[in-house]
T-cell receptor
Framework: DAKTTQPNSMESNEEEPVHLPCNHS???????IHWYRQLPSQGPEYVIH???SNVNNRMASLAIAEDRKSSTLILHRATLRDAAVYYC???????????FGTGTSLTVIP | NAGVMQNPRHLVRRRGQEARLRCSPM?????VYWYRQLPEEGLKFMVY????????ESGMPKERFSAEFPKEGPSILRIQQVVRGDSAAYFC?????????????FGPGTRLLVL
């Protein structure tokens, strides 16, 4: 399994930025870094992905370390609707099975 | 463009019965993945299929579980002779192409409860 390590939980105040870290020290050169989130009683939702360069989209930004052994998902202004479990996943060549791990449970405080 | 559809959303079975879970991928997607999520855990990969082919079933239990993705119609995950330990949420995902950068789109899941 392609292992990633994330904190079990984090808290953020509403309207403030949130930085969700992920360590993936065994990443290979061809692994993409994917982030998904799962709201209660729903299926995982795609957030963002990247390979080497930092990435931005309407939902979030992804900052990837130069050695690619870690990455950070950045939510620029947390809202109550961002409360979810966030999963950092390495997408691999063979079968591209996503290994979800336990993720980070984000609580947003009003 | 409708998203990934799964039905039923909730399924209750008694021990020993069969459970059939259906997944309709997004339009234009020919790759389907099934995952299982036990309470308080992350999703676990079960099987990866393309039309009429099982590509990778390394996550499937060896007995009682089977999956198919026929040329026409939805993908089916079938669990025979269900046991209480099969109670979980089962998610289907689909993707348009298969490469390192693919994005998988997930359905809302089927929550199976075995009594």
């Amino acid at each position: 399994d392609a292992k990633t390590t994330q904190p079990n939980s984090m808290e953020s105040n509403e309207e403030e930025p949130v930085h969700l870290p992920c360590n993936h020290s065994t990443i290979s050169g061809t692994d993409y870094i994917h982030w998904y989130r799962q709201l209660p009683s729903q299926g995982p939702e795609y957030v963002i992905h990247g390979l080497t360069s930092n990435v931005n989209n309407r939902m979030a930004s992804l900052a990837i370390a130069e050695d690619r052994k870690s990455s950070t998902l950045i939510l620029h202004r947390a809202t109550l609707r961002d409360a979810a479990v966030y999963y950092c996943i390495l997408g691999r060549d063979t079968g591209n099975q996503f290994y979800f791990g336990t993720g980070t449970s984000l609580t947003v405080i009003p | 463009n409708a998203g990934v559809m799964q039905n039923p959303r909730h399924l209750v079975r008694r021990r020993g019965q069969e459970a059939r879970l259906r997944c309709s991928p997004m339009k234009g997607h020919s790759h389907v993945y099934w995952y299982r999520q036990l309470p308080e855990e992350g999703l676990k990969f079960m099987v990866y299929l393309q039309k009429e082919n099982i590509i990778d079933e390394s996550g499937m239990p060896k007995e009682r579980f089977s999956a198919e993705f026929p040329k026409e119609g939805p993908s089916i995950l079938r669990i025979q002779q269900v046991v209480r330990g099969d109670s979980a949420a089962y998610f289907c995902a689909s993707s348009e192409i298969w490469d390192r950068e693919e994005t998988q789109y997930f359905g809302p899941g089927t929550r199976l409860l075995v009594l």
